[in-house]
């Protein structure tokens, strides 16, 4: 399974910017998918899952009322949608594909299979 992240840039504090992830899994409603980060010097952090339905979510309390994660199962695709970003916010984000689907895993990186090639996320103060 390949995936692609895209969607960073620069952006100022309180903007807005889309992630898109595309999977080439055909069974990619199968999967969860998961978005991690990781600022420099700082070790790889949980931002937010979705399950295959697209219909559970979970969410970093940092990221919380202001991300969104959303998934297209006819595109392959998942998205994190990141609202009123913050200097914090700054890293670079991988998209992850998970085949075991173990719910109380699901916020921990080893739990997936597959990653993304990441995307630099840059918010200025």
């Known amino acids: 399974v390949q995936l692609q992240a895209c969607g960073g840039g620069l952006v100022q504090s309180g903007g807005s910017l889309r992630l898109s992830c595309v999977s080439s899994?055909?069974?990619?409603?199968?999967?969860?998918m998961g978005w991690f980060r990781q600022a420099p010097g700082k070790e790889r952090e949980f931002v937010a899952a979705?399950?295959?339905?697209?219909?559970?979510?979970y969410y970093a309390d940092s990221v919380k009322g202001r991300f969104t994660i959303s998934r297209d199962n006819a595109k392959n695709t998942v998205y994190l949608q990141m609202n009123n970003l913050k200097p914090e916010d700054t890293a670079t984000y991988y998209c992850?594909?998970?085949?075991?689907?173990?719910?109380?895993?699901?916020?921990?990186?080893?739990?997936?299979?597959?990653w993304g090639q990441g995307t630099l996320v840059t918010v200025s103060s």
């Open positions: 899994a055909r069974t990619f409603r199968t999967y969860a």
């Open positions: 992850a594909a998970d085949s075991r689907l173990i719910t109380s895993s699901i916020r921990y990186d080893n739990q997936y299979d597959y």
């Open positions: 979705s399950k295959g339905n697209g219909g559970t979510t």
